[in-house]
C-alpha cells in the first residue's frame, strides 16, 4: 500500500492492488489511517520505550494506559491481576490508581522478575499495594495461588501482558477468565502484533500468531464474555476508535 499525504489539495491517497481512493485529510477516517501507520512506525521506533511512571519505565502506549485508567475508574476492581512485570510501571501505574480511588491492590506475575526490578519495585512507596509472584502465569501452582489471594465477594480485572504468543495468552484466557467478575474485564495486550509482521522489527509469523486470535478463539468456547471497547467517558469528537497498542482487548464478562 502506498500513502500519499497531500497537504496543499488536503487529501489523503491510498494505492493499493492497483486501485486508487482519495480521503478527505482531516476526516476522521484520514485519521483512523494515518493514526494506524503511525503505530507501526512507532512501535519499530520503540515509541514505548520512551516513558515512566513515577520512576518506573511503563512500556505501554500513553493512550491505552489513558483508557485504561477510564476504566478502572468504572470498574473500582478489589483487585488487579497482571501478568507480565517486566520493570514493574504498569503495577506502579495501576496502584496508583487504586490508591487514589481508596480501593484495591494489584498482583503481578511473571516467569522471571530480574533482581534489579524487584529490587525497585519493593523499594517504591507504592509497593504497599502490590504482591509479586515469581512463576509461569499458567503453571497450576501459580494460577492457584492467585487464586488464594482473591476473596468471593471481590470484584476482579485480569490484565495479560506477558508471553504474546496465541498459544500462551489462550493458556492464560482459559486459567484467569473465571477470576473475571461480571460487569468486569480481561484485557488482552498487544493484539497489535497481528499488524507489525512487515515491519522491520517484526516477524511474518506474527500474522497468525498474536494475542488477538487467542481472543477470537477464546470467545468462540465462552459465549459469557464478549469484545466490547468502553465507553468514552467524555468525547467532543467525532472520534470513536481507540488509537491504541490493543486492538479487541477489552473482553466484558456479561
Known amino acids: 500500500m502506498k500513502l500519499t499525504i497531500d497537504t496543499d489539495a488536503k487529501m489523503l491517497i491510498l494505492e493499493e492492488d492497483g486501485k486508487c481512493r482519495k480521503v478527505e485529510l482531516y476526516s476522521r477516517e484520514a485519521f483512523e489511517i494515518i493514526s494506524h501507520q503511525w503505530l507501526k512506525v512507532g512501535w519499530n521506533q520503540k515509541y514505548t520505550y520512551t516513558f515512566t511512571w513515577m520512576g518506573r519505565p511503563i512500556i505501554q502506549l500513553p493512550d491505552d494506559m489513558f483508557r485504561i485508567q477510564e ?3 468504572q470498574v473500582k476492581p478489589d483487585v488487579i491481576i497482571e501478568t507480565g512485570v517486566a520493570h514493574g510501571g504498569s503495577l506502579i501505574y495501576y496502584a496508583t490508581l487504586c490508591k487514589t480511588l481508596e480501593k484495591g491492590r494489584v498482583i503481578g506475575i511473571d516467569i522471571e522478575i530480574r533482581p534489579h526490578n524487584r529490587e525497585a519495585i519493593e523499594s517504591h512507596q507504592l509497593f504497599p499495594l502490590i504482591t509479586l509472584i515469581e512463576g509461569d502465569s499458567v503453571s497450576p501452582s501459580v494460577v492457584d495461588q492467585v487464586k488464594s489471594m482473591v476473596k468471593i465477594d471481590e470484584t476482579v480485572m485480569v490484565i495479560l501482558d506477558s508471553c504474546h504468543t496465541r498459544e500462551h495468552v489462550l493458556k492464560e484466557l482459559e486459567a484467569y477468565h473465571d477470576l473475571v467478575t461480571q460487569g468486569s474485564y480481561i484485557v488482552v495486550n498487544d493484539g497489535f502484533m497481528k499488524y507489525l509482521y512487515d515491519v522491520p522489527r517484526g516477524k511474518v509469523e506474527w500474522k497468525e500468531d498474536n494475542p488477538a486470535e487467542a481472543v477470537r478463539e477464546f470467545l468462540e ?16 469528537s467525532e472520534l470513536i476508535e481507540n488509537v491504541t497498542h490493543w486492538p479487541d482487548a477489552y473482553l466484558r464478562r456479561k
Open 71 to 73: 476504566v478502572i475508574y
Open 221 to 236: 468456547r465462552h459465549p459469557e464474555f464478549e469484545v466490547e471497547q468502553p465507553e468514552w467517558l467524555f468525547n467532543e
